[in-house]
Each structure stands twice: as C-alpha cells, then as structure tokens.
C-alpha cells in the first residue's frame, strides 16, 4: 500500500492538539491549586455584590443594547471619536492590525526619545506583542500592575483577564521575588509582597519619559476614557510622564459618557466584587495638569495619542455567529464562574493572549488563525457562565461553532468515516472517530450487545 500523506491542515491541527495537552498537564502539575482558591474567592465575592444590585438584570440589559448599538454604528462612532480627540489636542490613529499598532507606538516613542516607560495593564499590549517591540528598540518597559509586575519578572504570559498572575500562591511569589531581586528583605506576607513592589515601582514612575495604558470604555462625543483599576497605578501612568499613549480595540467605544454609568456598576461587581472599584477614573486627555519634572530633563508639555485598533475586529463584527463576542467587557466572570477554568487556569485553558471560554473567538479572531482556538474543546456547554455574564453573552455557542469549523477544517480521517458509517444517520460530520463515538454512544451499545464476546474483548 502507497504511504498516507498527510496534509498540512492535519499537522497543524495534531500540533495544536499537542500543544494544548501540554499546557494541560503543566497547569494540573503547578497551578490549580492557586487558580482553584482564587477563583471560588472571586466567585463568592460577585454574587455577593450582584445580589446587592436591585437593578441588575436591568443593567444587563441596558449594557447589551449599548454594545449592539456601538457596534452597529462602529464606522461613524470612530470617525466622531477621531475628530473628539483632534478637538481635545491630542493625537488619534486607528490601526488596521497589530504591526502597524506596534509601528505607530513606536515612531512616537522614538520622536520622544523614550528610555523607560510605565505600563498600566492592558490585554489590547500583550495581543499585539508591543512591550518586546519596543524593548527591542532599547527601551525600558515597566508593567505597574502588581499582578503583571510579577509575571513580567517570571518573564510569563497572563492567565487571567483581571488578574494576570492567578496561577501564583503567595509561596511561589515570595520565591520568584527572592531568587529575581536577590533580595533578604521579609517577604513572607501579601503586605510585605506589596510594599516591596511599590518602592521599586514609584522610582520607575518618576524617572519614566512616557506611560501607556488601556481603557476600559472610550466615549466618541468628547474622547473620555474611562479607566478602572484596584490600585491607582493607571492613574500615576497617566499623569506621571508627560506622554500618554491610550490602545483599545475599537468595541471599546461608546456614544458618550452617559453610556458609562451601566458598565460602572456591571464591571466592579462582575470583577472583583465590590460595589465600585478602588480606582475608578474617567479622564479626557491630554490632562490640563503642568508636568512636574522628577526626570530632570527640564519643563514638558503633555501628550496624547489614542491608538484604537482592528486586527480582526472588523472581520469578527461581520460573523453572524461570532460577532457577540465583541460585547465582552473583560470582567472575567466566565472565567471565574467555569468549572475547568478553575481547575486549569489561563495557561491550559487559553491561547497566547485571550484564555476561558470567551477567549477562544478573541484568539482566533485577532490572530487570524482559527487552529489556535483548539481549546475551545475545553468549554463542555454546561452554560455556567451565560447568567454570569454582565452582557448577557452566549459563550458556549461561540464554542460551538467554533468546533464546528475547526473540525471542517480538518479533512475526515479513514476511522472517522467508518464510524461515521457504522454509528450515525445523519449526513456526513466533521468529527473525528472519537467525537463521532461519544456523540453516538446509544447506537454504539447496542450494536456492542450484538456482538458481546468481540466488545467485551476490546
């Protein structure tokens, strides 16, 4: 018999699935006991602040009707959102993919002749890879955000959309911040974690020539970006170095400030559970505040640029099946509330930047690589996370779908069309035998009755 050839949308799909098992037993050998804890931490404390919603479903309701508005008008809330920050003196740029995010970045860093600069957490950065562009250009990246702060030192992805380092134990912290700072200062505690990083971080926010955060809402009437965080790290990225460069995916935009006021009280309560974040600010850059030379590089006027970008956003909000992913107001509330995700975390449970159930649209979406949403596999539909949902969307859906088309990607194997055969009365499905097997398993048992002695022998 002439050797099988195998095509390259086979091995491409075996080296995800390869992959993803990887990453699997990793997370079950070192993580899942800290993402276990923290999760149900985060979970006990939402249902406590949504219970204390008298409104809540109403705010669901009211969030979701302005995200399908936004994004019905996305074209002409761009165009107004662009013409706001123009007004307001500052710089707009809408980047059609992640190079020419990472590029405009860039030039405005050389222009300034930027040496370090602070970071406020942002998924938008790590999904163009901007913080090794620019580390590239010999300038020093600080991530600010005590959780990135620590993995930036483990020189690790996020695994979390809120809290990039849910995967640590305060143990494991303690060791990494001794073994990376060659440090003796006590350490053995949360409150000595915290203060260590915070002296080390202030230096780095005063000698830093720029700072560049996300936003968690951008209203296109007046260019207001709204920014919520647990500790004020944002808000000193803002106003600490005369430059402030702003990235967000365009589903961030909404008409105006008004439309605020839902995702307020949804995010905080959704998140961390609390009625309103430690931190919440709404800013309209560049900020009417004198700069205050702690950099020793004389007087400077502010700044601002506002990056909005596409990089497959565009394309997802023309998927009829995909396109709901696009509300996803980045609370984590799917993630914490998914009985896998507390088992596996982000790292076994996600891609390179986007991790849950709701992650797997976003990394196939923005990198344009469908293979890359393999763990999508790891959503079983029990639909936990939709009433969790502060929008409202249909996560396990998504997963659907997206199984689908990963499996009609794939051409079907020889044992897949034999068990096809033998086991469904459907047409032909884009399955593997295994999945044709399980999804079939009545008809299975009862031809095994059939044949009893040759079942029982496999």
């Known amino acids: 018999m002439p050797k099988q050839v195998t095509s390259p949308r086979e091995i491409a799909a075996k080296e995800s699935r390869a992959i993803l098992r990887r990453a ?24 406590r602040a949504t219970a204390a919603l008298p409104d809540y479903d109403a705010l669901k309701d009211e969030a979701r009707r302005i995200k399908e508005h936004a994004l019905v008008n996305r074209k002409a809330l761009i165009q107004r959102l662009s013409e706001s920050v123009t007004r307001n003196g500052g710089h707009f740029f809408f980047a059609r993919d992640a190079q020419e995010a990472r590029q405009y970045i860039q030039d405005v860093c050389k222009r300034h002749r930027v040496r370090s600069l ?5 998924m938008t ?43 640590y134990s305060r143990e494991r912290i303690t ?5 990376k700072f060659q440090t003796d200062l006590p350490l053995d505690t ?27 809402l951008v209203s296109a009437d007046c260019g207001s970006l709204l920014l919520v965080e647990s500790e004020a790290n944002i808000r000193l990225t803002c106003i600490a170095p005369p430059l402030h460069i702003a990235l967000s995916g365009f589903e961030k935009i909404v008409p105006s400030r008004r439309e605020f006021a839902p995702f307020i009280e949804l995010l905080a309560a959704s ?23 702690f950099r ?6 502010r700044e601002f640029h506002l990056v909005i970008l596409d990089n497959g956003r565009e394309a997802l909000a023309q998927d009829a099946q995909l396109k709901e992913a696009l509300y996803c107001i980045r609370c984590s509330a799917c993630l914490n509330s998914c009985a896998n995700f507390q088992v596996l975390g982000g790292h076994g449970f996600g891609g390179a930047t986007y991790s849950g159930g709701i992650g797997a649209t976003w990394e196939a979406a923005t990198t344009g690589q469908l293979k890359l949403a393999r763990f999508s596999d790891l959503c079983t539909g029990c639909s936990r996370c939709v009433p969790q949902c502060p929008v409202r969307i249909d996560i396990p859906g998504l997963n659907v779908e997206l199984r689908s088309r990963l499996n009609q990607s794939v051409p079907l194997s020889l044992a897949a069309r034999a068990m096809h055969l033998l086991l469904s009365a459907s047409p032909l499905e884009h399955a593997s035998a295994q999945q044709i097997f399980f999804a079939h398993y009545d008809r299975a048992a009862r031809w095994g009755t059939l044949f009893a002695p040759l079942s029982n022998f496999f």
């Open 24 to 47: 699997i037993r990793l997370a079950l050998d070192t993580e899942s006991a800290a993402v276990r804890r923290n999760t149900r931490s985060f979970n006990l404390n939402r249902y």
């Open 118 to 122: 602070v970071k406020g957490k942002s």
């Open 125 to 167: 950065s790590e999904e163009i890879h901007l913080n090794g562009a620019l580390q590239r250009d010999g300038i020093r990246v600080v991530e600010t955000d005590l959780a990135e702060f620590i993995l930036q030192a483990a020189d690790e992805q996020p695994s979390h959309i809120i809290a990039p380092a849910i995967h």
């Open 175 to 179: 060791a990494l911040f001794r073994r």
């Open 190 to 216: 949360g409150e000595n974690l915290t203060r260590f990083a915070r002296e080390r971080l202030r230096k780095d926010f005063l000698a830093a020539d720029a700072g560049i955060t996300g936003a968690n």
């Open 271 to 293: 998140a961390t559970g609390q009625p309103l974040t430690s931190y919440t600010s709404v800013i309209r850059p560049p900020l009417a505040v004198p700069v205050v030379d």
């Open 296 to 301: 020793g590089a004389g007087p400077a006027t």
